[in-house]
């Protein structure tokens, strides 16, 4: 079987490349491009990118059937505008691309679509999809608490509750879980908030909870690591609200809550992003901030990785500060393990703009992009220092995958010379690949794909999409040389 790397773009319309694998040292060459556009049209409703809805993905795996590859498994969400959630009486009239949807879509080794589904009565994204060991998905992200179909483990806070008629936009959000079988049908859906019976002795008050990403243990359970607020930290942000920090969370096969804890430094804010398995450690890459308050952009932020085991709320085996500054912001966005068992982080450093290199609302950024290399007792062994060079986006974000030769290969996005542009849909970004050698200290090949203005990208039947260009790179899943 031809070895690949898969990649994929999104902003209001998906786009998928696949890679070819290169000869050795050189960079690969686009096999075939697939673009998408939600099939589901409540209503009969359409969607025209510039004024009628937005189509995202956050993250892609390679599924497999029988050991072998039969596709990719894709997350992140939709919008319509005017839909009516059937949990609720508030319809997305008031916005003006709509509600974002969950959504999860499979398609085939050739970019065919096979099929396309939208999880709860939320408004919601998925930020991470795994497949798990028996051949479903899982699914995670955040979403709003007014679905009572969905068993909730936590109280609602005291000016909200599981129903909605009015201003849902202002509900707190939650951690969510999707979990499915092969073909994308529902085993399951929870929210996970403030518990009404802790199973720890933290406790956790979800307002504005996001989930990051998620893996599976040996035992078939889940860890699920992201952002939370946390009243136990006495420190409060500059509006008086809970401090946002790190957390991981562990659930059974069939979503049971079993814990959840918080990490990082009394009274700082702090958000895990990744988190990757290597046996019994889980490594999280977490992004530490200088005060309470992390959207200041005075708040800088510095990257941390943390290692546990498999016992419950578990204490880190080490802790490792990767960058240390007062006076800019280093972000890190992924964790994953080698062939050779080192961790690899990917960041990055300096970032400039507004937003701070974080995704929220705003969150414009450029800086140097930089991988780290531990070994897995957390020694620094290297990194890429400036040999990436600066990535770009309105929305930023890197992400990593291993590949067979000990190395790795990394995903981002660079822009052309000048202001970053978030007059969307133009803003004209080109995504960017680079395979590392194996000790992540050097490129093999690098590889941009450039934004196409002129280019017309077709919906799955075939019509025009109205989408003349890419914007951001956000995963990489496959293997390549």
């Not at 673009?35 to 969607?47: L, R, Y």
């Not at 909730?152 to 879980?177: E, F, V």
């Not at 992009?369 to 400036?386: D, F």
């Not at 790795?408 to 960017?432: C, E, R």
Request: proline share 4%.
């Amino acid at each position: 079987m031809k070895r690949h790397t898969y990649v994929w773009f999104c902003i209001l319309l998906g786009i998928g490349l696949l890679l070819q694998t290169p000869a050795l040292g050189q960079r690969p060459e686009v096999h075939w491009e697939m673009a998408t556009w939600a099939p589901w049209k409540p209503g009969g409703a359409t969607q025209v990118q510039d004024s009628t809805g937005e189509d995202w993905v956050y993250d892609i795996e390679i599924s497999y059937s029988g050991g072998s590859p039969d596709g990719y498994i894709y997350a992140g969400y939709t919008t319509f505008p005017g839909y009516q959630f059937p949990s609720g009486s508030w319809s997305c009239t008031n916005l003006t691309k709509g509600c974002s949807i969950p959504k999860l879509f499979k398609a085939d080794l050739e970019g065919n679509l096979l099929w396309y589904k939208h999880y709860s009565e939320n408004e919601g994204e998925l930020t991470a999809v795994i497949q798990t060991s028996d051949g479903g998905y899982l699914a995670v992200g955040r979403s709003r608490e007014w679905d009572t179909r969905l068993t909730y483990y936590g109280k609602t806070s005291s000016t909200s509750n599981l129903s909605c008629s009015s201003n849902c936009q202002s509900l707190p959000r939650n951690i969510y879980a999707v979990k499915t079988e092969a073909d994308g049908t529902v085993e399951w859906e929870k929210l996970y908030g403030l518990s009404d019976t802790p199973v720890d002795s933290l406790s956790l008050l979800i307002q504005s909870a996001e989930a990051w990403d998620v893996v599976e243990m040996g035992s078939g359970n889940f860890r699920i690591v992201g952002q939370v607020l946390d009243p136990d930290d006495s420190a409060r942000d500059s509006n008086g609200g809970y401090v946002t920090k790190a957390f991981m969370l562990e659930i059974n096969s069939s979503g049971v809550r079993q814990w959840i804890k918080a990490y990082g430094n009394t009274g700082k804010a702090s958000i895990a992003r990744g988190i990757a398995r290597d046996g019994n450690d889980y490594t999280m890459v977490l992004n530490q901030f200088g005060q309470a308050e992390y959207l200041s952009t005075s708040a800088y932020a510095d990257i941390w990785v943390y290692k546990v085991d498999n016992s419950s709320n578990p204490s880190p085996a080490f802790t490792t500060q990767l960058t240390s500054t007062s006076t800019q912001h280093d972000f890190g966005y992924d964790v994953i393990y080698n062939t050779a068992g080192n961790i690899l982080v990917a960041g990055v450093i300096n970032c400039t703009y507004s937003g701070g290199c974080f995704r929220s609302a705003g969150a414009n950024g450029e800086g140097t992009a930089r991988v780290y290399r531990l070994s897995s007792g957390g020694s620094v062994l290297g990194n890429t220092g400036n040999k990436l060079g600066t990535v770009k986006s309105f929305d930023l974000w890197a992400t990593m995958t291993p590949t067979s030769d000990g190395g790795s290969a990394f995903v981002s996005t660079k822009q052309p010379n000048g202001p970053i542009n978030v007059n969307l849909p133009f803003s004209n970004t080109d995504a960017f690949v680079a395979k590392l050698n194996t000790t992540a200290t050097d490129t093999a090949w690098t590889f941009i794909y450039n934004a196409e203005t002129t280019k017309t990208h077709r919906n799955n039947d075939g019509s025009d999409a109205g989408f003349t260009n890419q914007e951001c790179l956000y995963v990489i899943s496959g293997n390549a040389n």
